[in-house]
């Protein structure tokens, strides 16, 4: 064995006795999706969702619907953030938190608590009708909801709030998910908002022709009877 072989296989042996090495995050992989068994179907719903949404044939509350069964979770929420108004807004909401209707709940709450702490993964408890969140680690206390940030890029445009019946600690197993479904989420409504915004600008761009030509027709008349009243 050379001496480079020696050095790796002390470090690797350091590694496993340490009890304060660090754990190293790991992205989410074909691997992580196995452990969890997370049924094929699911996977396939997930994959019908985005050639739907690329043909602007899906709806928020099916996008909600199909990510809460990703997540076997009771309820799911999309809520958005509107930077210019500074508030969030309901996008969809299925099911139930804590066996009561999601957008109910949401709706008596006002879901700013989703973006209050920054774009890192939240947990969510529920107490006499007032909703208090914390940060979410694999020693957080337990939770009946937790809240994944969508992004695009370095931008925060919302979240996904994945709720169930009774508080419970959120493993790193479901962040790793649920990150995974906020990605191809933020994907959808990204998609559909520039979808939306091209049509309202081909309407206005159809309203200045109709414009443009309504105005020629009225010069030619015009001009047409100023031409009849110059004859003899």
């Known amino acids: 064995m050379g001496w480079r072989q020696r050095l790796a296989t002390l470090a690797a042996r350091r590694a496993r ?7 190293t995050p790991s992205a989410v992989s074909p691997r992580d999706l196995g452990a969890l068994r997370i049924p094929a179907s699911t996977l396939e719903d997930i994959s019908a969702l985005l050639l739907k949404a690329a043909a602007l044939d899906v709806e928020i509350e099916e996008l909600c619907s199909c ?12 809520v958005e953030w509107d930077e210019l108004a ?5 996008h969809g909401a299925v099911g139930a938190w804590e066996e009561e209707p999601l957008r109910i709940v949401l709706e008596q709450t ?15 408890s529920r107490d006499n009708g007032t ?23 370095d931008r925060v445009c919302g979240a996904l709030l994945f709720t169930v019946l009774e508080p419970r600690i959120f493993s790193p197993e479901e962040v790793r ?6 990605c191809q989420a933020a994907l959808v409504v990204r998609h ?8 309202r600008q081909a309407q206005r761009i159809a309203r200045l022709i109709d414009d443009v030509e309504r105005m020629q027709i009225s010069l030619r008349r015009l001009s047409a009877r100023s031409e009849g009243e110059a004859k003899p």
């Open 110 to 124: 006002a879901p700013d608590w989703a973006f209050a702490l920054g774009g890192a993964p939240i947990c969510v």
């Open 131 to 153: 909703v208090r969140a914390f940060h979410w680690s694999a020693s957080a206390s337990a939770a009946s909801g937790l809240v994944i940030p969508m992004r695009l890029g």
């Open 17 to 23: 006795l340490s009890p304060d090495a660090p754990a």
């Open 192 to 199: 559909r908002a520039l979808a939306t915004t091209v049509e």
């Open 67 to 78: 990510a809460m069964r990703l997540a076997q979770a009771t309820g799911c929420a999309l």
């Open 177 to 182: 998910i649920g990150r995974l479904i906020a």
């Open 86 to 90: 500074e508030e969030s807004r309901i």
